[in-house]
């Protein structure tokens, strides 16, 4: 089943933070977050593992709460660059696949 | 910084016809995948290879979808008679391992169905 992500979409000021949820009803083994500009390919960014492991962005940051199926991204001191449309891909089990969420539009202006 | 490449970058075809969308994963890589993404919508996984076989697959990778590693750098995939709904963007994506590690995706395809 899909995760499900909010809010679907934001909008900010330069230099202001935003919080995007993701949030299933399956037991996970890791998180998966990319952030996808118009036209283009997600761009790997976070992955957390089940057990605490974290790898990925030095300016995002994100939390996985295994026992509650949540995941969080927290962009801090958004950038213009953040602009775009988050994704998390959820894995569950012994699969591989990711399944992701529909998204949340991030919007920043100057 | 290694990538994932695709091509080509761009495919229209009428319905119907067959179609192959070919991928270069990251070569030290041994998990490949394809996604796709109809236009404004979220990412839809439909296959992951391994070891030269698939090892799981969706409910939209029905009779029609195929996928091949015809030989030790490209991997391909093949719709054998296209409809309107296949219309959309399909990524490939590889990992050095299965589970846990990072999925890297290429630049995608668009595929147009007339």
């Known amino acids: 089943q899909q995760p499900v992500q909010s809010p679907q979409a934001v909008i900010l000021r330069e230099g202001e933070d935003a919080v995007i949820n993701c949030s299933s009803s399956k037991a996970l083994y890791s998180v998966h977050w990319y952030r996808q500009k118009h036209g283009e390919a997600p761009v790997f960014l976070m992955i957390?593992?089940?057990?605490?492991e974290q790898k990925g962005h030095d300016k995002i940051s994100a939390s996985f709460n295994e026992k509650k199926q949540q995941s969080s991204l927290y962009l801090t001191a958004s950038q213009l660059s953040y602009s775009g449309t988050y994704f998390c891909g959820t894995r569950s089990g012994g699969y591989n696949k990711l399944i992701f969420g529909a998204g949340t539009r991030l919007a920043v202006h100057p | 910084e290694p990538e994932v490449t695709q091509t080509p970058s761009h495919q229209v075809t009428q319905m119907g016809q067959e179609v192959i969308l070919r991928c270069v994963p990251i070569?030290?890589?041994?998990?490949f995948y394809w996604y796709r993404q109809i236009l404004g919508q979220k990412v839809e996984f439909l296959v992951s290879?391994?070891?030269?076989?698939?090892?799981?697959k969706s409910e939209i990778f029905d009779d029609q979808f195929s996928v091949e590693r015809p030989d030790g750098s490209n991997f391909t995939l093949k719709i054998r008679s296209t409809k309107l709904e296949d219309s959309a963007m399909y990524f490939c994506?590889?990992?050095?391992?299965?589970?846990?590690?990072?999925?890297?995706f290429g630049p995608g395809t668009r595929l147009l169905v007339l």
């Open positions: 957390l593992l089940k057990g605490g």
């Open positions: 290879f391994y070891n030269n076989e698939i090892s799981e």
């Open positions: 070569s030290n890589h041994l998990y």
């Open positions: 994506a590889s990992s050095e391992q299965g589970r846990g590690e990072t999925q890297y």
